[in-house]
């Protein structure tokens, strides 16, 4: 199994809602990681978790609020959004050590499009 | 800071021909990592190709190949007989470490159509 799934793919909330993105990869990989992607623009990262720990918040609002229940599933946690916060959110997983090949590629979701109304 | 530049917003070519997307980069580090990743109008970031700063060859994949040069900080991606479903967003990523954690540093992309 060499995916990463994402649900939903679609999702409009108003800017009083509380919503989850979920993540999930059985491939034995302990580094998970969100990205937001805005249109026409790269993904910008928002959170690495290494281990179920996290590791890296790039100063990311406090409405956004990431959970690693276990090293398969990640959860992006969603409250009072702006109408700005509506993008791409991809998550992706890679394994933590090189394992002697010197470089591990990132796996990539297919994002769920949000939506703030 | 690392930086990573692709100065072509878009760039067409016609099936079956080989095409060159550009990338440069910036970085004080010695030792660093050059990725690239295909995204389709479906949104999924594909890995395509990897180049470590110690290689000694440019990497090939298939019909990708990398064209590094490294006094040049570039690392050109070069796909050979383009097909229709090549046509999609291509960013180029340097791996930077931060935290005992790896990130990636996107360049701002390059959208390629291939034309029948």
């Known amino acids: 199994d060499t995916e990463v799934t994402q649900t939903p793919k679609h999702l409009v909330m108003g800017m009083t809602n509380k919503k989850s993105l979920k993540c999930e990869q059985h491939?034995?990989?302990?580094?998970m990681y969100w990205y937001k992607q805005k249109a026409k623009k790269p993904p910008e990262l928002m959170f690495v978790?290494?281990?179920?720990?996290?590791?890296i918040n790039e100063s990311v609002p406090s409405r956004f609020s990431p959970e690693c229940p276990n090293s398969s599933l990640l959860n992006l946690h969603l409250h009072a959004l702006q109408p700005e916060d509506s993008a791409l959110y991809l998550c992706?997983?890679?394994?933590?050590?090189?394992?002697?090949?010197?470089?591990?590629?990132?796996?990539f979701g297919p994002g769920t499009r949000l939506t703030v109304l | 800071a690392q930086k990573i530049t692709q100065t072509q917003p878009g760039m067409f070519v016609q099936e079956k021909e080989a095409v060159t997307l550009d990338c440069t980069y910036d970085t004080s580090d010695p030792s660093y990592g050059l990725f690239w990743y295909k995204q389709p109008s479906s949104g999924e970031m594909i890995f395509l190709i990897y180049?470590?700063?110690?290689?000694?060859q440019n990497a090939t994949e298939g019909r990708y190949s990398l064209n590094f040069q490294k006094a040049r900080k570039s690392a050109n991606l070069v796909i050979s007989a383009s097909q229709l479903g090549d046509s999609a967003m291509y960013f180029c990523?340097?791996?930077?470490?931060?935290?005992?954690?790896?990130?990636?540093?996107f360049g701002k992309g390059t959208k390629l159509t291939v034309n029948p």
């Open positions: 978790y290494s281990y179920e720990k996290l590791s």
């Open positions: 992706a997983s890679s394994q933590e050590d090189l394992r002697g090949r010197g470089y591990n590629e990132q796996f």
């Open positions: 180049q470590g700063s110690y290689d000694q």
């Open positions: 491939m034995g990989h302990r580094a």
């Open positions: 990523a340097m791996r930077e470490i931060r935290g005992g954690s790896e990130k990636l540093v």
